[in-house]
């Protein structure tokens, strides 16, 4: 089972920068696709920013060009850096990661989430 732990959330003004990251532990064979995801008070759940295991990179549309997806397989570890940040970008933004289990088993696990507030 993969346990996930997410950190770098935090008030920033508007225009200013956060790094979140999101590191995985326990016992799988390869982790295969790892995303953002954030859910702003009263409304669904939508995706950021996912990575798959070739790097390849898929933003939403709203923070395309703000917004930058990264991971570190050794680490075990993906990362969101947001520039730019506007109002609207506000939310609890969860990790999500999914993985090859031991026994072998697609699995896709949420982290706890992250609140990002950005306020003047």
């Known amino acids: 089972q993969v346990q996930l732990v997410e950190s770098g959330g935090g008030l920033v003004q508007p225009g200013g920068s956060l790094r979140l990251s999101c590191a995985a532990s326990g016992s799988f064979f390869s982790i295969n696709a790892m995303g953002w995801y954030r859910q702003a008070p009263g409304k669904q759940r939508e995706l950021v920013a996912t990575i798959n295991s070739g790097s390849r990179t898929n933003y939403a549309d709203s923070v395309k060009g703000r917004f930058t997806i990264s991971r570190d397989n050794l680490k075990r570890t993906v990362y969101l850096q947001m520039n730019s940040l506007k109002s609207e970008d506000t939310g609890v933004y969860y990790c999500?990661?999914?993985?090859?289990?031991?026994?072998?088993?697609?699995?896709?696990?949420w982290g706890q989430g992250t609140l990002v507030s950005v306020s003047s």
């Open positions: 999500n990661v999914g993985y090859l289990s031991i026994w072998s088993t697609d699995v896709e696990v």
